[in-house]
């Protein structure tokens, strides 16, 4: 079945530094999604990025798709004490449906006032 | 803003019992979705359904487990005989169309003592 690696597995960052968490697959990606879980909570979709090479930005996240559409990167610029959670890559299966979310297994940022 | 709830938050049961674990989707949308997530670890598939019939199921999703839309709201998911490896946090999910983002529920919180 589809599979995504996601590094690395736990970032610890001082208030105000940056931060990149990582998604790599062996097969090309119909799209990628990315979502956030906050400590105790439910996973938020952030974005779906499903052209080659596409980069979106919400205000301080910056998010990538590769260009051969197997990778993506979330980048959160200075981070604040508000961004500590869980950041997962989901990807659907590998026929393009999202009838089925395979989730990596995230990345968990804590942040150091 | 429309959004998927979950009861009970949190359910306690005896192993070998059965639970049923409701969820609520968003009224408009048409594919519905649960996933589990055991204590720090990544949110995994379960099951979709779409037009009162499984699309899709995961190797978790064996006999012991059933989904079911019993009237125009409610979708849920009953576990026959409860296993103390079933302790884990049960999320539904819905959305629009099988191309549309899943909005997650806030969980069901499930313990098999």
């Known amino acids: 079945g589809q599979q995504v690696m996601q590094i690395p597995q736990y970032q610890h960052v001082q208030e105000g530094e940056d931060f990149t968490t990582y998604c790599n697959s062996s097969?090309?990606?119909?799209?990628i999604q990315w979502y956030k879980q906050r400590p105790g909570g439910h996973p938020v979709f952030l974005i779906q990025?499903?052209?080659?090479?596409e980069v979106k930005k919400q205000k301080r996240l910056t998010f990538q798709f590769g260009e051969a559409k197997k990778n993506s990167s979330l980048h959160i610029t200075a981070t604040q004490t508000t961004d500590v959670g869980t950041y997962f890559c989901?990807?659907?299966?590998?026929?393009?449906?999202?009838?089925?979310?395979?989730f990596g297994k995230g990345t968990l940022l804590t942040v150091n006032p | 803003e429309p959004e998927v709830t979950q009861t009970p938050s949190h359910q306690v049961t005896q192993m070998g019992q059965e639970v049923i674990l409701r969820c609520v989707p968003i009224?408009?949308?048409?594919?519905f979705y649960w996933y589990r997530q055991i204590l720090g670890q990544k949110v995994e598939f379960l099951v979709s359904?779409?037009?009162?019939?499984?699309?899709?199921k995961s190797e978790i999703f064996d006999d012991q487990f059933s989904v079911e839309r019993p009237d125009g709201s409610n979708f849920t998911l009953k576990i026959r005989s409860t296993k103390l490896e079933d302790s884990a946090m049960y999320f539904c999910?819905?959305?629009?169309?099988?191309?549309?983002?899943?909005?997650f529920g806030a969980g069901t919180r499930l313990s098999v003592l």
């Open positions: 999910a819905s959305s629009r169309t099988s191309q549309n983002i899943q909005y």
């Open positions: 097969t090309t990606l119909s799209n």
């Open positions: 990025l499903v052209k080659s090479g």
């Open positions: 989901a990807v659907p299966l590998s026929g393009g449906s999202n009838y089925k979310l395979t």
């Open positions: 009224s408009n949308h048409l594919y």
């Open positions: 359904f779409y037009n009162n019939e499984i699309s899709e």
